[in-house]
Nanobody, 115 residues
Framework: QVQLVESGGGLVQAGGSLRLSCAVS????????MGWYRQAPGKQRELVAQLTRRGSTDYADSVKGRFIISRDNAKNTVYLQMNSLKPEDTAVYFC?????????WGQGTQVTVSS
């Protein structure tokens, strides 16, 4: 059974930084495309950043230059470093693993950015 556990969310002032972590429970991690999504109240879930097993990255335009996704295959963990946070980054952030047609989600972690 694949489990994804996020951590690192919280309350931060605008301009501050947070680092989210997502630990994956199984050995699929090294072959999976890992992603971070977010969902704000009343809005659809959207892709924030994605990192393939080969190291290719993709970012939403709204976070380019501020967020960095990275992975540590030895720890089965993916990170999202979020800098220069804005109130509009407030959302529940979800970790996602895509592995040969299967998709797995974490439970989400709340990020709140105050102005």
């Amino acid at each position: 059974q694949v489990q994804l556990v996020e951590s690192g969310g919280g309350l931060v002032q605008a301009g501050g930084s947070l680092r989210l972590s997502c630990a994956v429970s199984t050995s699929i991690f090294s072959s999976a495309t890992m992603g971070w999504y977010r969902q704000a109240p009343g809005k659809q879930r959207e892709l924030v950043a994605q990192l393939t097993r080969r190291g290719s990255t993709d970012y939403a335009d709204s976070v380019k230059g501020r967020f960095i996704i990275s992975r540590d295959n030895a720890k089965n963990t993916v990170y999202l470093q979020m800098n220069s946070l804005k109130p509009e980054d407030t959302a529940v952030y979800f970790c996602n693993a895509a592995y040969y047609g299967a998709t797995y989600w974490g439970q989400g972690t709340q990020v709140t950015v105050s102005s």
